[in-house]
């Protein structure tokens, strides 16, 4: 499995309501990420967890709560949301943890907050 | 502060033709630099990067220190080469990736 898994692929959620996002890599990779991606702008990193704990927090507002249960599986957790929190969240993974690293990404949860 | 910057939002040329999508970047220390394409309903994927100085789908990329600079070039392009197409810079002794903020290649038939 060469693939970064990400559910669900769209996502529809209130401003009271609490969510999470999945993402799962089977490729023995020891980093993984989640970025935001706004239409037509680049992606933006928010954290990254190196080796299971959370190495990067991008100054990311509280009502995000990043979580790595094991080394294959990410989730970010929602809560309180603004609609300005819609945007395409995409999670990617990579071998290592160095600079070189190349990042493999997943297709992305598409979020609209109401 | 780290940046990288793509001036082009929007490049088209016809089939064929020579192909340059231009980057250049701000970091004080080494970089690692490489090139990430998006195709139409496809998730966003490495093309290459400038470590490995290889050639990807007729695409090169050369690192210019002195101009700060990593250009992606094809002499010929296809319609296929149609994209979305980010420059990225990684820097040593994080995990950070900044990306440019993108250049949509149109390849005209």
Known sequence: DTEVTQTPKHLVMGMTNKKSLKCEQHMGHRAMYWYKQKAKKPPELMFVYSYEKLSINESVPSRFSPECPNSSLLNLHLHALQPEDSALYLCASSQGVGAEEKLFFGSGTQLSVL | ?109
């Not at chain 2, 780290?2 to 088209?12: C, F, N, W």
């Not at chain 2, 690192?63 to 392009?77: D, M, Q, R, V």
């Open chain 2, 1 to 109: 502060a780290q940046r990288v910057t793509q001036p082009e939002k929007l490049l088209s040329v016809f089939k064929g033709a020579p192909v340059e999508l231009k980057c250049n970047y701000s970091y004080s220390g080494s970089p690692e630099l490489f090139w990430y394409v998006q195709y139409s309903r496809q998730r966003l994927q490495l093309l290459l990067r400038h470590i490995s100085r290889e050639s990807i789908k007729g695409f090169t990329a050369d690192l210019n220190k002195g101009e700060t600079s990593f250009h992606l070039k094809k002499p010929f392009a296809q319609e296929e080469d149609s994209a979305m197409y980010y420059c990225a810079l990684s820097t040593s002794g994080t995990y950070k990736y900044i990306f440019g903020t993108g250049t949509r290649l149109k390849v005209l038939a």
